[in-house]
């Protein structure tokens, strides 16, 4: 179940129809590739400028998990600056003023994350020390002497906010917060914070909290189903500005004046703005809009608005976006469909970005892999469905291949075209890939997004119904060999496929998905007390709903499964608890069908090990390869795994 939006930008690229499918693509791979070949690509995350502006720093798994490093802006070799042997540890920022960084981890992925400094020295501190606290960095002063910390040591179900001295880490509380609001924005003289607060998975309300005066002020009276989402406040400390769909079906950016309550339209697209932002001395204000399923970068002008004319960038997904405070350069990471990350700087007014890391793994041909295409069909009812498709080059009618659903997490995440060495993998030996989107995905508008509320377990599920029949009308797949895969909400729609459309998938992967909504909905971490009626009122109410969420559960239907499964789980996991792969393994071993189950004692929701990674993967083809590619043609070369 994922909890926040990803921020990724890119350059919006084609879109095809079902009918475009139908032409054979050139004939490659020249290789297949084993797993271990794939994941010896180096995955980056989180970009953000030294205090000298000389280099970046960014978190890497180059080690096999992750550590922060550092390369220099001018182009050279990486330098690890932690080394992490157990817990992985990302980048949080560096300081502003010296070689000081921070980063944070938590213990074998069960997301108690704490927030430590690491000196020029080497010398390291936690700043949130606590057994079963969570804490999250949130912002930096204007100046850079002071940073802005949330943790919910005082009680589990809230974050409160603190004002930490850069230098003697001595705090002060600014908020106190016991309903669960969340950070948005923070005025640069400090004197206001900007707070969301979830009303339900999509609507939501804004609120200002006055610091001096102790008053939080409800920004946002409407009517109906409307986000909104505080971004930031402009320098000059008139306007916060804000994302909302108050009134629309995408969202926009509009920005609301402290002085008269005055609230107008800033940027408006056909598709939903994702972020937007100044930089340090607001010379710059950027955004992104998600323009089916890959999204577009904006910069303009902080103070009038004019459109900020940038090079043509790399073709692929953006992510980590950062300005220097100096605001002469611009960090990002960029991926493509057929290459990983790497990390790039440009500088403002130059003709192109530079590169300054290379992640692809040397052993694999980035042209054996494939390009996602966009393609829609319509389902069940006439709603058209996005996805993201990738064909194998050796599937053409002749040679008819076998598929797979892939269902993203969520509920109301999105599939977007960007680099995965697990799909690359699985396509290089053959597996057509249908990445669906189905009803209740972001990225698609309001109507769209609350088209599964209360529907679990249905109208989601019948989508991928759809959305196999789909891939039946495709003269490259092979309409008898199509199986499900999908991980946290995505894995829930797995085991639902199996229990209530037993006879539609060849078989199913499910990665640490939900099997009984009640105990998910009753364990949800405590953390998470900010979304806990949201879940209810888009999943159900495990006291008012019990019948219900029993209805919708697939372990209570587990008897009705008879087709193969698999379960992959990490043991700590603090979203969807081990019970739920434990009961859903044992209950469909009593029907005599072949289920095998993979469990990772130091991982969470998700695996960020790599050597994990390697075992699911191979374990996941392996069992994909033997019911799926089997299942109704001879097997061909195994190839590497």
Known sequence: MKRSRAVLVSVLGSTLIASALAAVPPQRPSKQYTIEQFLETITISGASFASDEKTLLFSSNRTGIYNVNSVPVAGGSATALTDATRDSTFLVSAFPHDGRFLYTHDEGGNERNHLYVKTAEGAERDLTPGEKLKAEFLDWTHSGDGLYVQTNERDERYFDVYLYDASTFGRRLVFRDDLGYHLGAISDDGKWLAFQKTNSTSDSDMFLWNVAQRELKLLSKHAGIAQYDPSAFDPSGRWLYYLTNDGSEFIRVARYELATGKTEDVEKADWDVEWTFFSDGGKYRLSAVNADGRSVLYVFDGRTGAPVALPPFPAGEISSVR?????????????????????????????????????????????????????????FDGMEIPNIFYQPYQATPSSKAPALVWVHGGPGGQTRRQYSAPIQYLVNHGYVILGINNRGSSGYGKTFNTADDHKHGREPLWDCVAAKKYLQTLPEVDPNRIAIVGGSYGGYMVLAALAFQPDVFTAGVDLFGISNWIRTLESIPKWWEGERLALYKEIGDPEKDRDFLRETSPLFHADAIRKPLMVVQGANDPRVIKSESDDIVAAVKKNGVPVEYVVFPDEGHGFSKKANQIVAWRSIREFLDKYVASAAAPAKAAGGR
């Not at 605001?327 to 300054?356: I, M, Q, S, W």
Request: glycine content about 8%; overall charge negative; hydrophobic content about 35%.
């Open 323 to 379: 300005v220097s405070r100096s605001e002469t350069r611009l960090a990002f990471e960029l991926d493509g469909d057929r290459g990983p990350n790497n990390l790039y700087v440009y500088e403002f007014g130059a003709k192109a970005p530079v590169r300054l890391t290379d992640t692809m793994s040397k052993d694999v041909d980035p042209e054996d892999l494939v390009e996602g295409r966009v393609v829609r069909f319509p389902s």
